[in-house]
Nanobody
């Protein structure tokens, strides 16, 4: 699976951004897709994840109520709508795909995912 993120940029606190992730070259059906972020000097952290049909989603406590994850109709595109952005949201954001449906116990664990995009930078000032 190839994953290509887009939509990052610089925004003022309180603003919004919408990240997109285009998936192609499937070798299996990614039953789980998610967004992670990693700031310099920090560990990669799970932001949100969703199932293949988008029926169940999971969020980090730090973004609940502000971010929304969704999948396109064909399942080949993943989105992250980010509202009310804060300076602490500044990070490189990565799209990830994995073969197994996520659960509350593992969606945020990077090892749950096999494929990763190159990342898109989000800067909030």
């Amino acid at each position: 699976v190839q994953l290509v993120e887009s939509g990052g940029g610089s925004v003022q606190a309180g603003g919004s951004l919408r990240l997109s992730c285009a998936a192609s070259a499937y070798t299996y059906t990614p039953y789980c897709m998610g967004w992670f972020r990693q700031a310099p000097g920090k560990e990669r952290e799970g932001v949100a994840a969703t199932t293949i049909g988008g029926g169940r989603s999971y969020y980090a406590d730090s973004v609940k109520g502000r971010f929304t994850i969704s999948r396109g109709d064909t399942g080949n595109t993943l989105y992250l709508q980010m509202n009310s952005l804060k300076p602490e949201d500044t990070s490189m954001y990565y799209c990830a795909a994995g073969p197994n449906p996520p659960s509350s116990d593992d969606w945020y664990i990077p090892q749950h995912y096999d494929y990763w995009g190159q990342g898109t930078q989000v800067t909030v000032s």
